[in-house]
């Protein structure tokens, strides 16, 4: 059986979110090393996420997370390339920032803003969503 503190490590995360105007983000990580600095942890990740942003709007992105984590509170930015739309599809940038609280070692509580590619004809989409997401 693992030993709590390898848990609490540990680099892989998934979760979801949801949010009004049918916003929803599913979304799967990798966690790079952290490093220790004045007194908390600044950590960094790399993500794949889904989204779908209301009117027909879905996509898809890989994106770099950076943030400080505060014993359980942490904040986060999110900066990455995503491709989506919904008649006509588009490649665009995607870049966020968020909060999150650690419910104990394994799950999180996150609420997220994100700025997604949207098609041509309605621009970019604002997600708004609060979720959940586990460590294993």
């Known amino acids: 059986m693992p030993q709590a ?9 998934a979760g979801a979110g949801v949010g009004g105007a049918d916003n929803a983000r599913l979304y799967a990580g990798y966690r790079l090393p952290s490093l220790q600095f004045r007194g908390g942890e600044a950590a960094h990740s790399a993500e794949a996420l889904g ?11 890989l994106a770099y997370v950076g943030g400080y984590k505060f ?11 995503g491709y989506g739309g919904a008649a006509a599809r588009r490649l665009g940038a995607l870049y966020g920032f968020g909060s999150a609280y650690a419910l104990d070692a394994d799950w999180s509580l996150h609420v997220d803003w994100d700025s997604v ?15 959940l997401s586990r460590r294993f």
């Open 117 to 131: 590619p949207g098609d041509a004809a309605r621009g970019r989409r604002t997600l708004f969503t609060t979720g």
């Open 5 to 13: 503190h390898l848990l609490a490590a540990a680099p892989l995360y």
């Open 71 to 81: 014993d359980a509170f942490s904040l986060h930015a999110r900066l990455g390339l």
């Open 51 to 61: 989204y779908a942003g209301g009117a027909g709007v879905r996509g898809i992105a």
